[in-house]
């Protein structure tokens, strides 16, 4: 893991760019391993609590993951209207599952990971995120690779929600990201189904993988957005997209938005309501711009790589 100690002080370096560094002071490193697949640790951040750390990438943390993770899931959940079935790919610290689990129509959820031991430290080291959520009967975990269990299953989701790692030359996620891999996914979407997925950083210097992405995911479904939110702990403006054949239920009100939420959430949200809902897909002139002029389709013999 990349660290320094500096005048007594514990600093982690997250990598942004090739050119740009943010640096987090910690107390201590909880924990550091190395899987079969990747690197992994739980530092104690000064700032934002408990973080995963995968790879030297920040992944999450305890102080304001909620953000994150409650953007990624309510815009489908509650745009669906009665989701029941749920498709999660990665998403090994837990907090995706424990915010699609506090739908009441929920039945069943399938989390695809295909590292156990994220899942293992998780629970261990960060068990706020997950906050039980493992543990619920509606909760079926698969440790495999998301491409080969999307091939397999029989099954088909109201929604599914890719909480995948940035695609990264080299890494283990880049392939998902494609027309290919999007064409495979689409197929296993029920009828008004919703694609949503993390599609990494609308900041400047990287506006052009989520458009890119976007642009992808036009090739295969009929209606796509993208939506932002800005995450302080990556010191960063996040990208989102949403997915789906089904148009007409895209485009409702922040009125309608609070009262699913009250008919559909059990629990408290910190972040999500009709106003942020509004907030979030408003986007910048400059993410506008880039995304009506992005022309590149992303493939698996032209896959497209994050600055890492």
Known sequence: MSASNER????????ITENERHRHRIKKWIVRKRSKFQTMGIAESISFGRCLVI?????SCENDEFIYHEALVHPAMILHGKPRRVLILGGGEGATLREVLKYRTVEKVTMVDI?????EISKRYLPKMSAGAFNDKRTDVVIGDARVYLEETREQFDVIISDLSSPIEGGPAYLLYTQEFYKKLRRKLAPRGIFSAQVDSCNLTNVQVPTAICRTLGTVFREVKLYTCYIPSFDALWGFALATDYVKQMDISKEEIDKRVKKLVAGNLELYDGETHAGIFSLPKYVREELGGQESIITEKNPVFIYK
Do not use: K, P
């Open 8 to 15: 007594g002080q514990l600093w982690f370096t997250d990598r």
């Open 55 to 59: 790879d030297n990438d920040l992944q």
């Open 115 to 119: 590292d156990s031991s994220v899942i």
